[in-house]
């Protein structure tokens, strides 16, 4: 194994592994504070993080206002209140060591807000601003602003080739790095391209060398390429390390960091990893961001996909094919569909999914009652925790705060299931995990397969950054 070595980044000498950010109470001040004080950059994330009472304990984040508007400047100060608290957590276990950096998905509700918001409570605090989930164009104007380095998150050299031209050349002093985000294999959502075949994936090198190629006519040699997505031991990518046509390259760890005596992630959650077998991660798209994403495979995204299988096209009027009269809703009122998905749609009612629920594409999907009053309730209390949200038709545009279209119920509500999964405790805590959004990545079955997990072992942050520094 060749030897891994410091990498400058962010004005001083650190470790080239990155802790990965993972939103809503994944990657807290704990972890991220161990991964920095261990020699490398910890990530706290700012999206809706936790914020705690005077006793310490987890404040829950409930939504009073009577309308989205409302409930939107709720979500917003407890994303700031609660990035500020990680950061001020982080900061105290790195005790001056690695780096501190706190990350953002750019579609988050008022993500310019809440970053400022949290840069202002936490000054001195927060090193670097990582940042992906679209295109962050002003990423480097809070930088400046602020006075920290900032990290776009790209999938793709065209990607920063854009970010560059607009904004990022004024400002190259402070960009810290680059994170290719490997759209394939990372957890979480996932840069995608229309172009790009999402079963098809394509080998990281290339693309992350085609990335160095354009940030060196740049003159951006010297700074790193952080590789995220994919990544579980550096022998892996030892013909990586020190290869003059990457330059400096540094890693990032998103799925290992969540089986470590700090994570924050239910025992339950834990447990699961440790169960997962090769194909039991998903890449899907049901998210309301519109992106892919990649989950565990559990009865949640079960249930999501069939939603999408139980779908019929359907006409206002008898139009060619469309010639079978359907009611919908309580008061049936009439749409058309073919003779054949008719008779689909009678089959589905036979299994008790008698509720039709209208789609934007001009399609209805079949639910059990009970599960089209939960997709109504939710669409109904959303907090406006995207910019915009195809769950509930929010967008944070004013004057309508509306997307546009109607709410689609083929997706769900991403706030809600991630702060369930996050927060899963007691005896049904694996049940409720069953039933919520599981991010991961590709690798995560490989907790089951890697020696250094056997019997349920659960290391610390420093007993995980040893072992990735041998290579394994």
Sequence with gaps: MKAINAVRMG??????????????????????????AAGGAGTVSIVNADSYDAAGNPVPQIYHGRT???????????????????????????????????NILWEMGSAERVIRGVLDGAK??????????????????????????????VS????????????????????????????????????????????QPEDPYPR???????????????????????????????????????????????????LTQESPIPQAWKDRLLTLKKGDVYLNRFSPTGFYSSAVNNSFLQELRGRSERQVAFSPEALGAHTASYGVGARKREVFVTEEDLQRIHGWEAQGFTEAMRTPDSTL???????????????????????ECKFSNWSQRAPDYSNGHKADPRSFCIQKTLQAAAHASGPDAADVLDHNLMFGGTNAWRFATDPFYANGFVPTVAQLI???????
């Excluded at 001083?12 to 950010?21: A, H, I, M, Q």
């Excluded at 040893?466 to 394994?472: A, K, L, P, T």
Aim: aromatic letters at 8%.
């Design 365 to 387: 999907i079949f639910v059990t009652p009970d599960r089209a009053r939960e997709i109504i309730a939710d669409q109904v209390a959303c907090m406006g925790c995207l910019s």
């Design 208 to 258: 992350v060398a085609a990335l160095r190629k354009l940030m060196r006519s740049f003159g951006l040699d010297e700074t790193p390429i952080i590789m995220a997505g994919g990544v579980w031991c550096l022998e892996e990518w030892e013909d990586w390390i020190g290869n003059p046509e990457l330059g400096p390259i540094v890693f990032q760890f998103g799925t290992r960091p969540l």
């Design 466 to 472: 040893e072992r990735i520094m041998s290579g394994r």
């Design 124 to 153: 001195g605090l927060i090193q670097g601003v990582t940042c992906g989930a679209g295109m962050p164009y002003r990423l480097s104007d809070i930088a400046v602003e602020y006075g920290v380095y900032y990290y776009p998150i």
């Design 68 to 102: 989205r508007r409302d409930r939107h400047e709720e979500l917003v100060d407890y994303a700031i209140r609660g990035g500020i608290a990680q950061a001020q957590i982080a900061h105290d276990i790195a005790g001056g060591r690695g780096r501190i950096h706190a």
């Design 11 to 36: 004005g001083v000498d650190v470790l080239p592994l990155v802790e990965g950010g993972k939103g809503v109470s994944v990657s807290t001040g704990v972890s991220a504070g161990a991964w920095a």
């Design 156 to 199: 793709s050299a065209r990607a920063f080739n854009a970010l560059w031209k607009r904004a990022y050349s004024k400002t190259s002093d402070l960009l810290g790095g680059v994170v290719y985000e490997d759209p394939w294999r990372a957890g979480g959502h996932n840069g995608l391209s229309n172009t790009e075949n999402p079963l």
